[in-house]
């Protein structure tokens, strides 16, 4: 099905160019405006014309962790930018995203899944439809990534542990996602340029949950040396293993200190050493982003 962005790339302007021609808006140039209906016609394209009434309204949020406590600021964050411009949201899991995709009322897709696919959300752009993804690149003229500085905010974490004086590292990461590559890349080169070894032993494997925090808890218990500090990549995963060490009677951070990353608001309470990532911000302007690129091309 060809689309505008189709037009656009063969017209060589914005695709906002080609929905102005269009819609037979006066703010572009005689000379555009004929070649762009030249090409538009050339590739069969079919434009409908909508009324206010008749836009597509509905936004779909693709997520699964629903006990994961930071994505309640990010959809705030959304909901707040999305009802301000009369926009709706459809909450939806991985297993859904491409069912509720289809249909016709959807206009963009917001992605903080990790278990969403590639492939599924090119295949989604692929049909035109505008999507945002948090925390992962993907190469797709339809699709734009906001991204945390998950590195840096490491790094300054680390600065401060190693200024502390610490010198035995345990490491907790979560799935094989952007996020936990960069934090984990951050805490390696902090030792590096501090000459501070670590064995990969030390390296441990969560799931981002409290479960995935206990259990590398339960695994550093085993050794025969504990390590003086476990940087976890994120608060949820802190907080299991915090509450893991507490039942077997080891001190916080007497016996092991704990760190997380993302700062939601339960590690506040717990006094747990971790980095603030601004979620509602990242929420809000992750769906201005959308709204203003499904405006674009109406």
């Known amino acids: 099905m060809v689309g505008i962005a189709d037009i656009a790339k063969k017209a060589g302007v914005s695709m906002s160019t ?21 090409i538009a016609e050339e590739l069969s394209y079919e434009h409908k014309t909508q009324n206010a009434e008749q ?73 035109h439809i505008p999507v945002i993804t948090l925390d992962r690149e993907l190469s797709h003229q339809m699709i734009k990534s906001i991204l945390v500085s998950n590195y840096e905010g490491e790094r300054q974490l680390m600065e401060r542990l190693v200024e502390k004086g610490y010198e035995k590292f345990a490491f907790l990461k979560g799935h094989d996602t952007t996020d936990s590559k960069e934090r984990y890349r951050a805490f390696r080169d902090i030792l590096k340029e501090n000459d501070i070894p670590f064995s990969r032993n030390d390296l441990y494997e969560g799931d981002w949950h409290e479960q ?44 092991i200190a704990v760190c997380g990353f993302d700062d939601i608001i339960i590690s506040r309470y717990l006094g747990l050493t971790t980095v603030n990532v601004p979620d509602y911000e990242r929420g809000f302007l992750a769906g201005q982003a959308l709204i203003n690129i499904i405006d674009s091309v109406k």
């Open 55 to 127: 836009r597509r309204k509905t936004i779909i949020v693709n997520f699964s962790d629903f006990d994961t406590l930071f994505y309640l600021d990010i959809l705030h964050g959304i909901n707040d930018y999305a009802s301000k411009r009369d926009y709706h949201l459809l909450v939806c899991t991985a297993n859904d995203l491409i069912h509720y995709a289809n249909n016709d009322s959807i206009c963009g897709v917001i992605v903080i899944d990790s278990h969403t696919d590639d492939s599924t959300i090119i295949s989604i752009a692929n049909k």
């Open 212 to 255: 995935g925090g206990a259990q590398a808890a339960r695994l550093i218990m085993l050794q025969e040396r504990m390590p003086q500090v476990l940087v976890c990549a994120n608060d949820m995963m802190a907080i299991g293993a915090i509450r893991k060490f507490q039942d077997n009677g080891i001190r916080i951070p007497d016996d």
């Open 18 to 38: 080609v929905s102005n021609v269009l819609n037979n808006r006066k703010n572009v140039g005689q000379r555009t405006r004929e070649k762009v209906l030249k």
